[in-house]
């Protein structure tokens, strides 16, 4: 029972270290646009929206590359279907 105690006191330890250190650095960097007069924003975390951001991106590079693919295959045509690439699927 003493150890995890001991063991559970260490995890609190270290997990407000570390706690210390990150708000330490966000206030230095926040700080430092204050100095150099630049906007502090504060974020705004919702991590749906961050998700639905990183798939909208993601497919739309992903819609760009096939673009790319038949622009290239257009361009190389030459009647035969030497140095056609395949295009990637959706």
């Not at 003493?2 to 990150?22: A, Q």
């Amino acid at each position: 029972m003493e150890v995890l105690l001991m063991l559970t006191m260490g995890v609190m330890m270290l997990t407000m270290g570390v706690m210390n250190i990150l708000c330490f650095l966000v206030g230095a960097r926040v700080g430092q646009k204050v100095v150099k007069g630049e906007e502090v924003v504060i974020p705004t975390a919702n991590p749906l929206k961050a998700v639905r951001e990183r798939e909208a991106k993601r497919e739309a590079l992903s819609e760009q590359e096939r673009i790319d693919t038949i622009m290239r295959n257009v361009e190389n045509y030459d009647g035969t279907s030497n140095g056609q690439e395949d295009v990637p699927r959706r």
